[in-house]
């Protein structure tokens, strides 16, 4: 569990584009295990974020015309899989997250972070290997925003993710494995002595 903190307006987030293949770098190339992202067709990196790539936002993305359990599952029937099937395994992340009992509400019907815990449900229903989180708890009170960490950080254990989480929390951000800054378009390693 990797966490990237920095000042604003620093490429936090462009970062996590790239890594996640939504955006492309202008040099360079990114490995994904042994696997070359500069050179993957359009097509290609779309297959690769559905099956290995899930990603949590600031702000949770839900559609709105659609039910918790609706949203979760859309990522399943993207790659086709059967509705009942996705359906299925979509109720299983709701219950993972604590929705086990609001799957039918929309996103309206839902507090921040209910709808948060949907977004987490929908990034994980795939069964990702990379889980990519940009400032997650960041639109939540802080009661709200420690659960919802609490819950990424549980998951990312269970499920043996790689999750890299951009945070300006620096509590949550001591609470991962290692620590990044980006400053000046350079990742530094931030150490324990530097962090208190």
Same mark, same amino acid.
Not at 173 to 179: F, L, V
């Given at each position: 569990? $990797?966490?990237i903190v920095g000042e604003?307006?620093?490429g936090k987030s462009s970062l996590l584009h790239i890594l996640g293949t939504l955006d492309r770098p202008s040099e360079g190339d990114i490995y994904f295990?042994?696997?070359? $992202?500069k050179s993957l067709s359009d097509e290609s990196a779309a297959d690769l974020r559905n099956r290995e790539i899930g990603f949590v936002w600031q702000f949770h993305y839900l559609l709105p015309e659609f039910d918790a359990l609706e949203n979760v599952a859309m990522p399943l029937l993207a790659r086709g899989e059967n509705p009942k099937q996705a359906q299925a395994r979509a109720a299983e992340w709701l219950r993972a997250v604590g929705l086990g009992d609001r799957m039918h509400h929309r996103?309206? @019907?839902l507090s921040g972070g209910e709808q948060q815990r949907v977004a987490l449900a929908r990034a994980l229903v795939t069964g990702p290997k990379l889980l990519l989180a940009d400032e997650p708890t960041g639109d939540l009170d802080t009661g709200t925003a420690e659960r919802i960490f609490d819950l990424i950080a549980r998951l990312h254990l269970q499920h043996q993710l790689t999750s890299i989480i951009v945070t300006h929390n620096m509590e949550f951000?001591?609470?991962?494995?290692?620590?990044?800054?980006l400053h000046g378009g350079r990742l @530094? @390693?931030?150490s324990s002595s530097r962090m208190a």
């Open positions: 569990m $990797l966490a604003s307006g620093t295990a042994q696997l070359s $992202l996103s309206g @019907e951000a001591k609470r991962c494995g290692r620590i990044l800054r @530094e @390693e931030v």
